[in-house]
T-cell receptor, first 113, second 113 residues
Framework: GNSVTQMEGPVTLSEEAFLTINCTYTATGYPSLFWYVQYPGEGLQLLLKATKADDKGSNKGFEATYRKETTSFHLEKGSVQVSDSAVYFCALSGSGGSYIPTFGRGTSLIVHP | NAGVTQTPKFRVLKTGQSMTLLCAQDMNHEYMYWYRQDPGMGLRLIHYSVGEGTTAKGEVPDGYNVSRLKKQNFLLGLESAAPSQTSVYFC????????????FGPGTRLTVL
């Protein structure tokens, strides 16, 4: 079956540091890949997505590239801010004709001033 | 557009009591989902629906029932609440034409004493 594995957190950084959150997946076919963000006390919201190999999704300074050869979709940001503190979820859907998404367990990011 | 809304936002139940959580979406989405979120467990799918009048079990369906009588509404019922059902519940919706990007509600925090 499908699975998504994220690095465990929390990830603790100082403001303006470089961020990488690793995500790898197992799936059949060519799924779409997503990063969702959950701010404290809120629901998840889509941060970025990529629908085919070598696509790069980007939003709010975050980027992730769909790497089929390494089955990865790592999230990066060049300079984090305190306001980026949140939980980040990697997810996939559309694998094997199924529209039921598979989420990773989430990675908490804490950014200190 | 209000997007996805959930009612209520908070609820405290005693063991054995029943309740219904309401999810409504105004985006004309075909698919709707109920998840629970517990610390360290990420999101786990309870039930989902691929259209009006249809429902299916997800990863953790025991102790819950659902109904989708109208396309815009998805109800989650707990017939006899247990402390193990203390959690934050999220509803989401999606459409196949948007490559299954999920839109989430703000969540319902349920405590069962």
């Amino acid at each position: 079956g499908n699975s998504v594995t994220q690095m465990e957190g929390p990830v603790t950084l100082s403001e303006e540091a470089f961020l990488t959150i690793n995500c790898t997946y197992t799936a059949t076919g060519y799924p779409s890949l997503f990063w969702y963000v959950q701010y404290p006390g809120e629901g998840l919201q889509l941060l970025l997505k990529a629908t085919k190999a070598d696509d790069k999704g980007s939003n709010k300074g975050f980027e992730a590239t769909y790497r089929k050869e390494t089955t990865s979709f790592h999230l990066e940001k060049g300079s984090v801010q305190v306001s980026d503190s949140a939980v980040y979820f990697c997810a996939l859907s559309g694998s094997g004709g199924s529209y039921i998404p598979t989420f990773g367990r989430g990675t908490s990011l804490i950014v200190h001033p | 557009n209000a997007g996805v809304t959930q009612t209520p936002k908070f609820r405290v139940l005693k063991t054995g009591q029943s309740m219904t959580l309401l999810c409504a979406q105004d985006m004309n989405h075909e698919y709707m989902y109920w998840y629970r979120q517990d610390p360290g467990m990420g999101l786990r799918l309870i039930h989902y629906s691929v259209g009006e009048g249809t429902t299916a079990k997800g990863e953790v369906p025991d102790g819950y029932n659902v109904s989708r009588l109208k396309k815009q509404n998805f109800l989650l019922g707990l017939e006899s609440a247990a402390p193990s059902q203390t959690s934050v519940y999220f509803c989401a919706s999606s459409s196949p034409t948007s490559r299954d990007e999920q839109f989430f509600g703000p969540g319902t925090r349920l405590t069962v004493l």
